[in-house]
């Protein structure tokens, strides 16, 4: 029999009273079992904690999935109605030009022309005073010219009058369309970006806290291949 000594060197009180003999041995299984069953419970908390924590990221994301998906429509639906707005006003700025020139005679040319033509903007009192001048000082060219040579020079000031009114016309048309082209432009580039951020944020997620083993780099190099081709798609 191996006999059980103390620290003190002395035997075991399983050595010396035979009653008590294993019976430190199994006093050892409860403690060791509870200290593991402690480590498993603590193991658990921790990984129900990193749940809840990737569980809150994933609904984060998910909200600003939504905004981001809110703000591309609401882009999407201000282009639609400013592309609306801008061909409303090339429309009825021809058709005032139209009539503003189908009104005019050779007496009456060229008093109120400009006005006429941006009539649909006369809410506007500087733009409205601007045109006023202009019409003033057009009238006051034409007048100076008809002063001089009226009678021999009406049919050539009659045409270049009209062709400086097409040109200032065509410019303003054209500085709209070049500003809206700028706009349509731009808010393309932030669609894009916003595009962009939402995958970044995407990826970011799957290769940090998802825990899905197919969730590796060829996995997110091919996702990211089909991401760009739809949104070339748009």
Known sequence: MDHKLTEMGNQSASFT??????????????????????????????????????????????????????????????????????????????????????????DTFPDHLISQIFAPFADDEKLNDHFKNMDYELKQIVQKMCRHAYESQKPFLKDTISEKIKKLKQRLIQKYEDQLDRQKESQQRNALAMKQKCFDLLKQFLLTDCQDESCNEDYIKKLEALYEQEILKK
């Open 17 to 106: 009273n035979p009653e008590y003999i294993g019976e430190s041995e199994e006093d050892e299984f409860p403690s060791r079992a509870i200290y593991e069953q402690k480590n498993l419970i603590d193991e658990h908390d921790q990984l129900d904690r990193k749940v809840n924590e990737l569980k809150l990221k994933l609904v984060v994301l998910q909200i600003q999935t939504r905004h981001q998906k809110q703000t591309i429509e609401n882009l999407k639906l201000q282009s639609s109605q400013k592309l609306s707005f801008s061909q409303s006003i090339k429309k009825t700025i021809m058709v005032a030009a139209r009539e503003s020139l189908q009104s005019q005679t050779p």
